[in-house]
């Protein structure tokens, strides 16, 4: 997976890659070139006193070492751009496909998860590749050339480079082959530290209410603990991979100068040929040392890059129609129809849903009640598509949604979640999510129906006044009453609000529902409820229980007919109240 995230991404950055490559071949030719000039310095400017020699020699050193420095800040800056760009694309990627992703596959990742994977791991792979656009040309360059360049100064010593060199590449590789599930066991607990403290900063009002800081901070360190654990025997086998490579190195270097000594004694080596042997030797040695680290590195790139490519691998299961339908020629106005609608979790031995039929005519209002746990959220989740119905078929304007586009379709409708979250910005920003081109009319129009203008009015700065992440800066029902507002201003055919009155006190539910009905005149109305009080007026009520439509009709109706309207009613009112 590793490779294929490469090759894709890295192809429209191959301008710089081949920058990089000719400035890393340039500066690998210096560097190879500089030893055999500073043996001739040694053996005919040292050796016979050629001052004119030496200065010459040593000028067209200096020249070449000055090249070697342009040509690998070069390699490095182009480098570092190919990889960044790499980073950017992959993160745009990512996100791009977990936006397109169903509450199903969200689900399934989990948001700590996809996170992780979209910030940590996309930075292993990029870090790869920026070591790689440093070293790729030049450790094979330097090793190639370097045993070219080691056995033309002296073959009698060429046995060393045969011995060195496979024996630090058995010794190297024996740590990696020990690193690589610590390197995947890391990224997994990586994810573990994200929940746990995702979960410790949006339930922070829970935590303190329940003075269970101590518990979170204690369940937060263990998380912490086996992250630090884990990193640190990782840490351990990759301190241990350098005083191996330097051992090497030094147990070469003093084997080069011990054996030449006996060569330059019996006149068979000079005494620069044996600092350019040993220069190369050095090169040859340092830049496997290279290759090891970057052979450190692949393997923990190479586990981010497969938790990468099963993001960009899954496919949402909320996929548009290879041939859209559109309304166009309807004459309905956000008709919901729903026929023998069914829906089962994957995995589940039991369905959530199952032969749920009905029909929300454009123009009223139909309310759905049940007890907590009958399936109302999930029916509601398969209206705007979040989910799609395992059987039968949901329509709006008499077009099944698996048949329109998905933007077209959540075009037409309006949606209060249960939670209703807002964005850090401010009433505003919020407010024009619905609609970009809303005028401030409009927008004071949208807050007055939901009984939110006095209060954001009275708020700093007004329309501009700040909202903080999730609208943490305002109460439940105040963020409330903003989410309904910002459906309002799209002033969609189909409205759905699920449990949004909640956390309005009565005489506010009861205003509010008085100046939605006004405003939504003509559109199609689907209230999800805990309290009867906010359905009564209903047009018509469902009642589910259990995953099933059990009965529906008017408030009264219901009151004669279903036993079990009528236990949900008396749980809540009086008989006498309620009628």
């Known amino acids: 997976m590793l490779w294929k ?11 710089l890659l081949l920058a990089v490559v000719i400035f890393q071949l340039a500066a690998s030719i210096a560097s190879l070139y500089l030893p055999t000039l500073n043996a001739d310095i040694i053996d005919q400017g040292v050796a016979k006193g050629d001052t004119d020699y030496i200065m010459h020699t040593g000028g067209i050193m200096l020249m070449v070492t000055l090249l070697q420095i342009a040509c690998t800040i070069a390699a490095v800056y182009f480098g570092a751009k190919a990889a960044m760009a790499l980073g950017r694309d992959v993160r745009g990627a990512i996100f791009s496909r977990v936006a397109a992703f169903s509450e199903q596959e969200v689900t399934r990742f989990g948001p700590p998860s996809l996170i992780t994977r979209s910030t940590n791991d996309v930075q292993q792979v990029q870090q790869l ?3 790689s656009a440093t070293l790729m040309v030049t450790a094979p360059m330097l090793s190639i050339g370097g045993v070219i360049m080691a056995v033309r100064q002296d073959v009698g010593m060429s046995w060393l480079i045969a011995v060195s060199v496979p024996v630090l590449l058995v010794a190297v590789g024996l740590i990696i082959t020990r690193m690589v599930p610590l390197f995947r066991l890391m990224q997994t607990r990586i994810d573990t530290v994200n929940r746990v403290l995702r979960e410790q900063l949006t339930g922070i009002r829970v935590v303190r209410a329940f003075v269970r800081e101590d518990v979170e901070t204690a369940r937060f360190g263990r998380a912490n603990e086996d992250v630090t654990d884990t990193a640190l025997r990782a840490g351990r086998l990759m301190a241990l991979a350098f005083p191996t490579v330097m051992l090497v190195l030094n147990v070469s270097s003093v084997a080069v100068i011990w054996f030449g000594a006996f060569r330059i004694q019996d006149g068979s080596m000079q005494v620069g040929t044996m600092i350019a042997f040993l220069s190369y030797l050095m090169q040859i040695l340092m830049s496997v040392m290279m290759a090891t680290f970057m052979a450190i590195m692949i393997p923990r790139a190479a586990v981010s890059a497969d938790r990468i490519g099963e993001v960009l691998g899954t496919e949402s299961s909320v996929r548009p129609p290879e041939h859209p339908l559109s309304f166009a020629g309807r ?17 589940a031995e039991q369905p959530v849903l199952s032969g749920i039929s009905f029909t929300a005519p454009a123009g009223q209002t139909t309310a759905i009640i049940g007890a907590t746990g009958s399936g109302k959220t999930t ?14 078929s949901v329509r709006i304007d008499g077009v099944d949604v698996r048949e329109l586009h998905p933007d077209l379709l959540w075009g037409h409708i309006g949606l209060v979640p249960q939670k209703p979250y807002l964005f850090s910005g401010t009433v505003r ?6 609609k970009p081109d809303a005028t401030e009319d409009e927008l004071w129009q949208a807050l007055s129906i939901a009984q939110a203008e006095e209060f954001v009015r009275e708020m700093e700065g007004g329309l501009d006044a700040p909202i903080s992440q999730g609208g943490t800066n305002v109460s439940g029902g105040q963020r409330q009453r903003i989410a309904i507002a910002r459906a309002l201003v799209k002033r969609p055919e189909l409205y759905i609000f699920d449990d949004s009155f909640s956390s309005l006190d009565t005489a506010t539910d009861a205003r509010l529902r008085l100046a939605l009905k006004q405003h939504t005149a003509g559109a199609t109305l689907v209230i999800i409820a805990q309290r009867v009080s906010s359905i009564v007026d209903a047009d018509q009520i469902l009642v589910i229980d259990d995953g099933r439509l059990v009965a529906h009709g008017r408030h009264e109706q219901l009151l004669e007919t279903s036993a079990t309207y009528q236990e949900i009613v008396n749980s809540q009112l009086a008989v006498e109240e309620a009628a």
Do not use: C, I
């Open 5 to 15: 995230l490469l090759v894709e991404y890295l192809r429209p950055q191959r301008r």
């Open 129 to 131: 590749v920026l070591m």
């Open 331 to 347: 004459t309905g106005r956000g008709e919901l129809e729903m026929r023998d609608v069914g829906f089962a979790y994957p995995g």
């Open 379 to 392: 029916l509601v989740n398969l209206m705007p598509r979040l989910f799609d119905a395992t059987a039968g």
């Open 429 to 434: 920003s919020n407010l024009l999510y619905g």
